[in-house]
DNA sequence: TCAGTGATTAGG
DNA sequence: CTAATCACTGAG
């Protein structure tokens, strides 16, 4: 497979709404300590809308674990759930609006835990830029899927209207 | 269906 | 300080 190019800031600032949809396909690709890289197709996503949406951790206001979420889009939200795995999200929208994108799941690695435990991805990978790290960043291979929606998954607490919303994108 | 597992958060 | 919660997973 081809590198493709590396998606710059101009991607990420946009919406959530605009981004999650466009983000299937794309590839997430992992330098290792090895010098190595992987790529992997990104197969499911769900976006998470703070600024009005009752499921997004940054709805009740900025905390220290949300914070990077108030940032430009392209960097990493990452925390630990159920004291076992880490979730990956990326940020998106504007300075001050915060949104992310749940990475649910990569090619081989369906299961938002399954693939961060794969991919190698930790709390160390909190506020990692995907604009200008070097171990990680988004590539895009010029390949177009269709993208499927459905309402997100595992938030029950959010209530009925935005357990509804249709935010979840997969191939 | 249900337990595991520990960071995070709100509240006293 | 305490206790509740949790954007999940795998075993039975």
């Known amino acids: 497979m081809d590198s493709g190019r590396r998606l710059s800031r101009d991607f990420y600032t946009r919406d959530v709404l605009e981004v999650a949809p466009e983000l299937p396909g794309k590839y997430m690709v992992v330098r290792l300590k090895d010098g190595t890289t992987s790529r992997y197709k990104v197969t499911e996503v769900e976006a998470y809308r703070g600024s009005e949406d009752k499921a997004c951790h940054a709805f009740k206001g900025r905390t220290a674990r949300t914070e ?83 309402p997100r998954i595992g938030i029950e607490y959010a209530g009925e209207y935005w357990k509804s919303r249709p935010w979840r994108y997969y191939i």
């Open 68 to 150: 990077i979420m108030f940032h430009d889009g392209g960097r990493l939200y990452i925390y630990l759930i159920y004291g076992m795995y880490w979730m990956l999200n990326i940020v998106t929208g504007e300075n001050n609006n915060p949104q992310a994108v749940l990475v649910r799941g990569v090619e081989n690695w369906p299961g938002p835990g399954k693939l961060t435990k794969n991919l190698g991805i930790d709390k160390s990978y909190y506020g990692e830029d995907l604009v200008f790290s070097d171990r990680i960043w988004v590539e895009d291979c010029g390949l177009s899927y269709e993208v499927k929606n459905g």
